[in-house]
């Protein structure tokens, strides 16, 4: 098969397309002949030697496909050979095949294309499990999304306002701004220019907060957050330390949640796979949530995509056709 490494940590330049033998299904999984897979920040944190695969995972990067089911292994029941699928996947999904656990699978929403599919579980995963199964957000509540024009963002202002909850996005510029006024946002804070805690204080807080930027935004989640606010730590794209004011958060009877999908055991990810099929898929299907795509490019040009989000240039996600 085709599949892309990185040679050793560093640049895009170091992503390389090379042969690999063909994977065979252990028990409990399939291989999709892929068609598309995505990019994931995680992705370049990996090409630069910082975030290394689960033990046991393949060194290929990828951690969604989407594809046709090629060959079933043994334990597996309700797919077939020439299904159609996206996953949720450890590694592997920057290659022509990909080996994975069935419960990671899930099936193409109605209306959205084979090739689309791909930009769909990990924002789909991500958003659902952290801002529904964990924080509870609930009709009627204001989440504020951090980076609400990126891949998780564009994904999490459909899915909180689909599902009945008001929207505050913060984006780097006016036009992202105007990408989450689109897609459903209430409010939308240039990050650069306001203070996402002033405009949240004048409604009340927020009753969940789905954050990027880790430590640089602690305290001052913290100070957004409604009483009995939910914080939930996604990112630390501003860094792993911060400082947390217990009073603040006890006052408010707030939670600060961390969480991180990729190294959950199968068994979970099965579950989250699950709960997105039955919930999340319908509001794709019904055209309430659609995949955000900035770009699609061949695996080739996989250099290219790694810069385009290095550069913060996309909206929604940057998509690769194997
Ligand atoms: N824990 C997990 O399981 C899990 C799973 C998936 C993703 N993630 C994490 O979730 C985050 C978003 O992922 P993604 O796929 O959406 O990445 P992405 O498409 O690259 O988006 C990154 C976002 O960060 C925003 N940003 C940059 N600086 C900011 C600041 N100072 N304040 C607020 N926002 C800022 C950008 O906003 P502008 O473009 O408007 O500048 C952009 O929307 C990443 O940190 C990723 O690692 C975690």
């Not at 009073?247 to 699950?274: F, M, Q």
Request: with cysteine.
């Amino acid at each position: 098969m085709r599949a892309v490494i990185a040679t050793e940590p560093g640049g895009p330049e170091v992503l390389t397309l090379t042969e690999l033998p063909d994977p065979l299904p252990a028990p409990g999984e399939v291989v999709l002949e892929v068609t598309a897979t995505a990019v994931n920040r995680a992705d370049l944190l990996q090409r630069q030697g910082f975030y290394p695969p689960p033990p046991g995972a393949s060194d290929v990067l990828g951690l969604e496909c989407s594809g046709i089911v090629s060959k079933v292994g043994e334990e597996v029941t309700g797919w077939q050979v020439g299904d159609q699928a996206c996953a949720l996947l450890a590694a592997g999904g920057y290659a022509s095949q990909v080996a994975v656990p069935a419960g990671q699978l899930m099936p193409v929403p109605d209306g959205v294309s084979l090739v689309d599919a791909a930009a769909l579980p990990e924002v789909a995963c991500t958003v659902w499990s952290n801002v529904f199964m964990v924080a509870g957000l609930q009709p009627g509540e204001t989440l504020l999304v951090h980076g609400g024009a990126g891949g998780i963002g564009t994904f999490a202002i459909q899915a909180a306002v689909a599902l009945g909850a008001r929207v505050a996005a913060t984006a780097g510029s006016a036009e992202k701004r105007a990408v989450c006024e689109r897609l459903g946002a209430e409010v939308t804070i240039d990050y650069r220019e306001e203070d996402f805690v002033e405009v949240l204080r004048g409604r009340g807080g927020a009753d969940v907060i789905l954050d990027n930027m880790g430590a640089k935004y602690l305290g001052r989640n913290v100070d957004a957050l409604a009483t009995e606010g939910r914080l939930v730590v996604i990112g630390m794209q501003g860094g792993t330390k911060g400082e947390l004011d217990l009073a603040t958060l006890l006052r408010k009877r707030g939670a600060v949640i961390a969480t991180s999908l990729r190294a959950r055991p199968t068994e979970e990810k099965a579950a989250i796979c699950a709960s997105v099929t039955e919930h999340v898929w319908p509001l794709v299907a019904d055209g309430r949530i659609a995949p955000v795509i900035h770009t699609k490019l061949p695996l080739s040009e996989v250099a290219q995509a790694h810069r385009i989000l290095e550069a913060g240039e996309q909206v929604g996600k940057v998509v690769l056709t194997a």
